[in-house]
């Protein structure tokens, strides 16, 4: 099917039809059900896409997503819609109202078709973590899709939808976007509304499109951005549209280059030849130091657990989630349910954030983590007043097989390269940029300054149009 613009033309010029191009890509889940992607097709989304196209053939003025398809992650809220969070938990629980990023999408006409397979919480990089079970990788199905927005990415890999939206915490856009070889941002914390979405780490967590091609996510951020008064951290600053950064040149634009990443790469042929293509195309490389940055893996698993085991509270037994039919006493309704409600790796977390946070070790680690955080903030704006972007590569390598990875540690590791963009609170998209050894996709992440979506979009769409695998 054509691009997320192509389809909004196609669709006002009256050439096609929403309700024709829903079925399409319904009926490509439908066929693709074994990669356990989309977990549930919405069945008024017909009915939707058919109220649009009579809108539509009245002369109806309609938005920018007019009778576009698009499948949000498990963990946003669409009112009357199972907002499961890939937990046993949660599993039957119907949002009771609409997330601002949702509103935002329906207000533009687009039709919102299913719901995306996910680690449960959104804890976890592969999305084997699922009450529904694994999600498969979109090109090659003995292999993870990443996580923890692995059926978002498999979506869209897979044809099942032109867009999804996901989350990102720690890499969970765009890992899986590295994988499944597609285009996912991470925005600037706070670019996005937060509001109804199911929170992991709330000063981490940030919503985001992930889409076939740079300039269809470039419209779609355009869309989802802007100051949100229900979300308390969302940021009251001027969106620009986007799309100006598209087919712009990149001379002149100085790139970063982290001199303590290229030590933690397993093989970095790939992105020498990417960093030696940037230069020949007029790009200025500059090296630049983040000497903390290592440090924010381990930053990261004392503050995501910590906000973790805060936010996770609500989910007892007793208010929005399914309670233990052992229970008899509210000792036991609190235990038994959350025992059996959560999986393995919430339960780590939880206990991870409860140890941080107690007392004795508030200050040995919390506190310490937080000021580590401020250091690797600085340490990105020092770099940045000496370069445009930075570009490093997203994952260690490409997609590899499921169940393969049985020591959280190892799964922890990871997400090496991509939670330094979470903790510094700045922009970070995934486009692929070569093969690994087995022919999977390998990502590229492209980085800029706080609010600074523009340059982003500017080097990743540049490097999509113009650079020719070898």
């Excluded at 804890?123 to 978002?152: F, I």
């Excluded at 709330?202 to 985001?208: A, E, M, Y």
């Excluded at 949100?228 to 969106?239: F, M, P, Q, R, Y």
Aim: with cysteine.
């Amino acid at each position: 099917m054509s691009t997320i613009i192509e389809l909004v033309n196609k669709i006002k010029s009256r050439e096609l039809k929403s309700v024709d191009v829903v079925k399409h890509y319904i009926d490509v889940i439908n066929d693709k059900k074994e990669y356990n992607a989309v977990i549930e097709v919405f069945d008024d989304a017909l009915d939707i896409a058919k109220s649009i196209d009579e809108r539509l053939d009245k002369g109806e003025e309609l938005g920018k997503l007019a009778g576009v398809p698009i499948v949000i992650k498990d963990n946003i809220l669409y009112k009357g819609k199972i907002a499961g969070c890939a937990s046993k938990f949660m599993q039957d629980y119907r949002a009771e109202y609409n997330s601002t990023v949702v509103n935002k999408l329906i207000s533009e006409g687009a039709v919102i078709i299913g719901r995306a397979n996910m680690d449960e919480f959104a804890m976890g990089g592969s999305t084997e973590k699922s009450v529904y079970g694994p999600c498969l990788n979109a090109l090659d199905k003995t292999r993870v899709p990443g996580g923890s927005s692995g059926g978002s990415a498999c979506a869209v890999a897979g044809g099942m939808t032109p867009c999804a939206l996901g989350t990102d915490t720690g890499g969970s856009i765009r890992q899986p976007s590295s994988f499944n070889g597609i285009v996912g941002i991470k925005p600037t914390y706070g670019r996005v509304s937060r509001f109804g979405i199911v929170a992991f780490a709330s000063s981490l967590d940030q919503v985001g499109p992930i889409t076939t091609n740079v300039a269809d996510n470039a419209y779609m951020l355009s869309i989802l951005a802007g100051y949100d008064e229900n979300d308390g951290t969302s940021l009251k600053a001027e969106v620009p549209n986007y799309m100006n950064a598209i087919n712009q040149d990149i001379k002149g634009v100085k790139i970063g280059i982290c001199n303590q990443v290229k030590a933690l790469m397993k093989d970095s042929k790939a992105f020498d030849e990417a960093v030696e293509w940037f230069k020949s195309q007029g790009a200025e490389i500059i090296n630049v130091d983040i000497k903390d940055i290592e440090l924010c893996l381990p930053v990261y698993y004392i503050l995501a657990p910590a906000e973790a085991s805060s936010n996770l509270g609500r989910f007892d037994g007793v208010k929005y989630t399914r309670r233990s039919k052992d229970a008899n006493t509210l000792e036991e309704i609190y235990s038994k349910s959350r025992s059996e409600g959560f999986g393995a790796e919430v339960q780590r977390r939880i206990m991870l954030g409860n140890f941080v946070l107690s007392s004795g070790y508030y200050d040995a680690y919390y506190v310490k983590a937080k000021k580590v955080q401020q250091a690797v903030k600085k340490q990105f704006k020092e770099a940045f007043s000496k370069c445009d972007c930075i570009i490093m590569p997203t994952t260690l390598g490409e997609a590899y097989k499921i169940g393969s990875i049985t020591n959280p540690v190892d799964m922890y590791l990871e997400d090496i390269f991509t939670i330094p963009a979470n903790i510094a609170g700045i922009p970070s998209i995934n486009i692929p940029y070569a093969k690994g050894p087995n022919g999977l996709p390998l990502g590229l992440q492209v980085m800029a300054k706080e609010l600074n979506e523009m340059m982003v979009y500017r080097v990743a769409d540049y490097f999509e149009k113009n650079h020719k695998e070898n």
